[in-house]
C-alpha cells in the first residue's frame, strides 16, 4: 500500500498555470506506474496523465496534451503535475494514484488498476 497526499491546487483565472505535487509516504519506486485523475461535480473520474519511468512510458488525456506535463522526483518521493494555460473545465478534484502493481505493462489511464489513492486537492479555473 501507497500513502499519498495531494498539495498544490487553487484557484486560477484561465490561462494560468499550477503544479500540483503528489508526496508519497515512502519511496516511489520506478516500477510503478503513478498517475493523476480528475473528477468534476457529476462527472466520472478521469485519467490525466500517467507515468512509468521502468517503461521510459507516459500517458496524457486528450484534453490535456501540450498543456500538463508529469514528472517525478524518485528521491525526494514526489510526482508533479505541471499544467499551463488552463481553462474553466480543468476544474476538478485532482487525485494522485498508484499501481504498483503495473499489470498492464505501461503506462495507463485504467482507473481500476490504481489501487492507492491521495484525498485530492481542488482546482478551480475561472474565465
Known amino acids: 500500500q501507497v500513502l499519498l497526499m495531494e498539495s498544490g491546487g487553487g484557484s486560477v483565472q484561465a490561462g494560468g498555470s499550477l503544479r500540483l505535487t503528489c508526496a508519497a509516504a515512502?519511496?516511489?519506486?520506478?516500477?510503478?506506474?503513478m498517475a493523476w485523475f480528475r473528477q468534476a461535480p457529476g462527472k466520472e473520474r478521469e485519467a490525466v496523465a500517467a507515468i512509468y519511468p521502468a517503461g521510459d512510458d507516459t500517458y496524457y488525456a486528450d484534453s490535456v496534451k501540450g498543456r500538463f506535463t508529469i514528472s517525478q522526483d524518485i528521491g525526494k518521493n514526489r510526482m508533479y503535475l505541471q499544467m499551463n494555460g488552463l481553462k474553466p473545465e480543468d476544474t476538478a478534484m485532482y487525485y494522485c494514484?498508484?499501481?504498483?502493481?503495473?499489470?498492464?505493462?505501461?503506462?495507463?489511464?485504467?482507473?481500476?488498476?490504481?489501487?492507492?489513492w491521495g484525498q485530492g486537492t481542488q482546482v478551480t479555473v475561472s474565465s
Open positions: 515512502g519511496p516511489i519506486y520506478s516500477s510503478f506506474c
Open positions: 494514484a498508484a499501481d504498483p502493481l503495473v499489470r498492464l505493462g505501461r503506462a495507463h489511464g485504467s482507473l481500476r488498476e490504481y489501487s492507492d
